[in-house]
């Protein structure tokens, strides 16, 4: 499991240290920009996306609320003869492709895929150019987090090409806090003329059926690229998830004491030591549509049969 260690990684760990919930240290690294810092770890989370479990729970859940919605979502956003779609955490690009293909019976479009892996970039895009419906935009500001896209979307928008259609699907907005990244998004739409889709899980007073899709054999295998780049071996740690502080909690338990060296520095772990690897947030229906209020002049819900999930509509 354990390989060179990762500069970045191992700074980042330092540089938030431990807190203690009860007696147990957690060391808290859940940041979803250390689970892409290299073209495994990315192809890592590929594989997870199509692995049976999490595709059945997770994407193809979200896939039939799109194809049975994307048709009036459709009628809704479109206003002129062309559109950008800027597919925001665009991972392989299968998310977009049937917003992509309803949109384009409709209108011209160009498809501008945001992420911060280049590797993600480059699958999304070689996904959207086999379909041959509209324009693919490949340029400097791809590999992108959120605090470009105001400038991305500036770039896209000309003279053809005025309306931008931001997505945010794939629960990729619950890695974050919602209010900072909202921020972010709405500083980049022009009021009256940009969409927003957000496709997230919700939370429900049923923690086990929250935390199935993370409590996979293809999780582990991907949180677990991060524990190898700090220099752990498989051995000394155990996966775990739970469902805490309104959000699932992907984390590793370390198994027996452990001093990671690196450079000039050290960290000593002691068996029991749980150190975060990933969050995403569960938010209820009426937390977010108070949230939305906040940032959006229109806004509107659509839910699964169960509602577990939701996709949202937003206009500034």
């Not at 991305?152 to 900072?180: A, C, P, V």
């Not at 938010?283 to 108070?290: R, S, T, V, W």
Request: charged share 30%.
């Amino acid at each position: 499991m354990a390989e060179k260690i990762n500069d970045l990684i191992f700074k980042e760990l330092i540089k938030r240290g431990y807190s203690l919930r009860g007696n147990t240290r957690i060391w808290n690294i859940a940041d979803s920009k250390l689970w892409y810092l290299t073209p495994k770890q990315a192809q890592a989370y590929l594989d997870l996306e199509n692995s049976k479990g999490y595709r059945e729970l997770m994407f193809s859940a979200e896939l039939k609320m799109i194809n049975k919605y994307m048709p009036e979502i459709s009628s809704k956003i479109l206003h002129g003869g062309a559109v950008n779609i800027i597919d925001i955490g665009c991972g392989g690009g299968k998310k977009a492709v049937v917003p992509l293909e309803t949109l384009h019976k409709k209108a011209k479009v160009r498809y501008c895929p945001i992420d911060i892996s280049s590797h993600m970039i480059t699958e999304a895009i070689n996904e959207i150019r086999k379909l041959n419906k509209g324009e693919v935009v490949e340029f400097q500001w791809n590999i992108s987090d959120f605090d470009n896209l105001e400038n991305i979307s500036s770039l896209l928008r000309d003279s053809t090409y005025r309306q931008n259609f931001f997505m945010f699907l794939g629960d990729t907005i619950s890695n974050f806090e919602i209010h900072e990244v909202l921020y972010e998004v709405v500083e980049a739409m022009e009021e009256g003329q940009d969409y927003l889709l957000i496709g997230l899980s919700l939370a429900n007073n049923k923690p086990n059926e929250i935390i199935k899709p993370y409590n996979l054999e293809s999780n582990d295998k991907f949180f677990g690229l991060i524990l190898a780049q700090l220099g752990f071996e498989k051995d000394e740690v155990e996966f775990g998830v739970r469902f805490e502080n309104s959000r699932v909690e992907a984390f590793y338990t370390i198994k027996k004491d452990k001093t990671l060296e690196f450079s000039d520095k050290s960290v000593h772990f002691q068996k029991g030591d749980q150190i975060l690897i990933g969050v995403s947030y569960r938010h209820k229906i009426a937390d977010l549509e108070k949230i939305m209020k906040i940032y959006f002049e229109e806004y509107k819900f659509y839910f699964n049969e169960d509602k577990t999930r939701a996709l949202i509509l937003c206009k500034k």
